[in-house]
């Protein structure tokens, strides 16, 4: 794909900005789960529950589609390509299962909340571990992901290498990072 | 954000890094999981797949929205 170097540089940076920031705010649902389970105010507890759908769909949601996005962008722009490497293969395959998996559990947020509303459910049942462990993953991934975007282990998949006897080496005065 | 890539792999070596392979495996580990807890929740991976009312009875609110027993 054909871009100049300034909106590269703009689709790598705005994909820094966005996976950072989707890293932050599932940092902080893991810190809202917390509260969740460990809160003994009945209604910190339950606004919990109660906060974390609209959170979701207002930011973790258009954080992942941004991240995948603009790594699509990134990737595609950049002489790293998006098939060639395996360190960029794997952050796409964890961005994209993250995604997936987040829209399933949009489902799950809404049904927490709806419990958490119903004044007869005791806090027992408002109370759901399941959050923070989908947090705790998620943490997990970003964290391996934006650590492949930073170091770029070495390893080229069989199509980069065809595609390199192809097109002979890469110049590396000609590659952008990539993160 | 970080330095220049090093490749082309200038050692010619064409074999997969281990690296790579142990990552595949704990993605692999990683799918089957999901796929095993969506078999688990009846191919669901929402309320259905999370709920944790045990022997209780769920709030009137929860049912009304069609969520089942165990």
Do not use: C
């Amino acid at each position: 794909m054909i871009m100049t170097p300034g909106i590269r540089k703009f689709a790598l940076t705005a994909h820094i900005i966005s996976t950072i920031g989707w890293l932050g705010a599932v940092v902080v649902f893991l810190a809202l789960a917390g509260v969740g389970l460990t809160s003994q105010d009945d209604q910190t507890a339950r606004g919990v529950y109660l906060v974390m759908e609209p959170a979701a769909w207002l930011v973790l949601v258009p954080l992942a589609f941004a991240s995948l996005l603009t790594g699509l962008m990134s990737s595609l722009a950049a002489p790293w390509g998006l098939f060639r490497h395996y360190w960029v293969l794997f952050k796409l395959l964890i961005s994209v299962f993250a995604t997936v998996v987040l829209l399933l559990y949009m489902e799950t947020f809404g049904f927490m909340a709806d419990v958490a509303a119903d004044p007869s459910a005791d806090l027992g049942m408002v109370r759901n571990a399941s959050p923070a462990l989908h947090a705790a993953l998620a943490l997990v991934l970003l964290l391996v992901a934006t650590v492949l975007g930073v170091y770029k282990p070495r390893g080229m998949t069989p199509y980069g290498r065809r595609n390199q006897d192809k097109q002979g080496t890469v110049s590396p005065a000609s590659a952008q990072p990539l993160g | 954000m970080a330095d220049r890539p090093p490749y082309p792999d200038s050692d010619g070596d064409t074999r997969t890094p281990r690296w790579v392979k142990v990552f595949a495996i704990i993605a692999l580990v990683l799918v089957l999981l999901v796929v095993i807890m969506m078999f688990i929740g009846d191919g669901d991976h929402g309320p259905g797949r999370h709920r944790r009312f045990g022997g209780q009875t769920p709030p009137s609110s929860v049912m009304a929205h069609g969520v089942q027993q165990p």
